[in-house]
T-cell receptor, first 112, second 117 residues
Framework: AQRVTQPEKLLSVFKGAPVELKCNYS??????LFWYVQYSRQRLQLLLR??SRESIKGFTADLNKGETSFHLKKPFAQEEDSAMYYC??????????????FGQGTRLTINP | ETGVTQSPTHLIKTRGQQVTLRCSSQ?????VSWYQQALGQGPQFIFQ???????GRGNFPPRFSGLQFPNYSSELNVNALELDDSALYLC????????????????FGEGSWLTVV
């Protein structure tokens, strides 16, 4: 079964503090994992993907296949990071199609 | 701007009615997927269309159907609406390569809020 679990629905930290949003997955094949973000009154947009191994807006995420995790981290939170964050994996369908399987999301609030 | 527009933004329907939601993708985006996002949940995959044919389907009944047109627009149709169909419906498009896998970017529209009463 393809499943993504985000154990925290709400996460609140102070500005300047480190942030870690947890994501665990279940997938029998070799997963492709993503973090999507939705800022207030904006559409869902890609934040980063594990194959790129890049840092976007100071966020990084490392795929840990042993722990089946893809936690999102930022060393120093900023107020503009307040948003809804979704972890997702790309799961295979027949005929080569791909679908995204999303977690329930974590609402991150950065307090001044 | 991602170039993915959806209409209408909000609508209210009565149980048992039918609804059509529309999506207009960027030129060249010949793969479109639809997702249902219930309140407090992550988006759930409904189905995907590639070059005007259904290319994969999630765990949704046949009363959820779709169409994709040559002009990069698409529709989601839901028949015999139920109260549990109340949700945000998202359209997502991508280019031909890998049909939306990690190799390319998937662009989401702002969604259509459907309320069934």
């Amino acid at each position: 079964a393809q499943r993504v679990t985000q154990p925290e629905k709400l996460l609140s930290v102070f500005k300047g503090a480190p942030v870690e949003l947890k994501c665990n997955y279940s997938y029998s094949g070799s997963p492709e994992l993503f973090w999507y973000v939705q800022y207030s009154r904006q559409r869902l947009q890609l934040l980063l993907r594990h194959i790129s191994r890049e840092s976007i807006k100071g966020f990084t995420a490392d795929l840990n296949k042993g722990e089946t995790s893809f936690h999102l981290k930022k060393p120093f939170a900023q107020e503009e990071d307040s948003a809804m964050y979704y972890c997702a994996l790309s799961g295979s369908l027949i005929q080569g199609a791909q679908k995204l399987v999303f977690g329930q999301g974590t609402r991150l609030t950065i307090n001044p | 701007e991602t170039g993915v527009t959806q209409s209408p933004t909000h609508l209210i329907k009565t149980r048992g009615q039918q609804v059509t939601l529309r999506c207009s993708s960027q030129s060249g985006h010949n793969t479109v997927s639809w997702y249902q996002q219930a309140l407090g949940q992550g988006p759930q995959f409904i189905f995907q269309y590639y070059r005007e044919e259904e290319n994969g389907r999630g765990n949704f009944p046949p009363r959820f159907s779709g169409l994709q047109f040559p002009n990069y627009s698409s529709e989601l149709n839901v028949n015999a609406l139920e109260l549990d169909d109340s949700a945000l419906y998202l359209c997502a498009s991508s280019t031909d390569r890998d049909r939306g896998s990690g190799g390319n970017t998937i662009y989401f529209g702002e969604g259509s809020w459907l309320t069934v009463v």
